[in-house]
């Protein structure tokens, strides 16, 4: 996996979340997500490195983050559901 994306119910969670992540010491960006993913319409979300998504995802839930919905994207450039 190269990297991952959170999605996020607003712009204002993408925010919070990227930052919170940051201050406990991951690679986190606020990113417009990228259109044709299943399911998603418009949106942002919130884009960790691929080794890392495992422990932020632990990290969003300790946050108290909504549960949301991830996509990791393969060395053959796909995007592809990553279960939460």
Same mark, same amino acid.
């Given at each position: @996996?190269?990297?991952?994306?959170?999605?996020?119910? /607003?712009?204002?969670?993408?925010?919070? %979340?990227?930052?919170? !992540?940051?201050?406990?010491?991951?690679?986190?960006? %606020?990113?417009? !997500?990228?259109?044709?993913?299943?399911?998603?319409?418009?949106?942002?979300?919130?884009? $960790?490195?691929? /080794?890392? $998504?495992?422990?932020?995802?632990?990290?969003?839930?300790?946050?108290?983050?909504?549960? /949301?919905?991830?996509?990791?994207?393969?060395?053959?450039?796909? @995007?592809?559901?990553?279960?939460?």
């Amino acid at each position: @996996m190269y990297g991952c994306l959170i999605v996020c119910r /607003s712009v204002t969670y993408a925010q919070r %979340m990227a930052r919170a !992540l940051e201050k406990r010491g991951f690679s986190a960006n %606020m990113v417009r !997500l990228p259109a044709g993913l299943p399911g998603i319409g418009c949106g942002y979300g919130v884009k $960790i490195p691929g /080794s890392q $998504i495992a422990q932020a995802l632990v990290s969003v839930k300790e946050l108290g983050f909504p549960a /949301s919905r991830v996509f990791c994207e393969f060395q053959n450039g796909q @995007m592809e559901e990553y279960p939460v």
